[in-house]
């Protein structure tokens, strides 16, 4: 069983970075795919990326290529989600999540966080 704790999240205008972390508990992190999503107020829980257990593979949503980057330390059971060029529409509550299988899928993922709420600001 694993326990996901995010953090990092926060205010930053438009055009700003910041950084995610998601720590988990547990011996078995490197075992796990692990994933990235965000909801919005009034939407529905949406796919951001994932990294494979290895981290020798990533997936991104097209509405974040090129600007956010997914990363894990297997020997500190964290996984990073490193948000660069941010803009308004990407406000939401950031969740990471564990999979044995790296998908896009909500239903997959096992594991969740509490979230971490980010707000980018015009």
């Known amino acids: 069983q694993a326990q996901l704790v995010e953090s990092g999240g926060g205010l930053v205008q438009a055009g700003g970075s910041l950084r995610l972390s998601c720590a988990a508990s547990?011996?078995?992190?490197?075992?796990?795919?692990m994933g990235w999503f965000r909801q919005a107020p009034g939407k529905e829980r949406e796919f951001v990326t994932t990294?494979?257990?290895?981290?020798?593979?990533?997936y991104y949503a097209d509405s974040v290529k090129g600007r956010f980057t997914i990363s894990r330390d297997n020997g500190k059971n964290t996984v990073y989600l490193q948000m660069n060029s941010l803009k308004p529409e990407d406000t939401a509550v950031y969740y990471c999540?564990?999979?044995?299988?790296?998908?896009?899928?909500?239903?997959?993922?096992?594991?969740w966080g509490q979230g971490t709420q980010v707000t980018v600001s015009s």
């Open positions: 999540a564990a999979s044995y299988v790296g998908t896009v899928s909500t239903t997959e993922y096992r594991y």
């Open positions: 547990g011996r078995t992190f490197s075992s796990y795919a």
């Open positions: 990294i494979s257990s290895s981290g020798s593979m990533r």
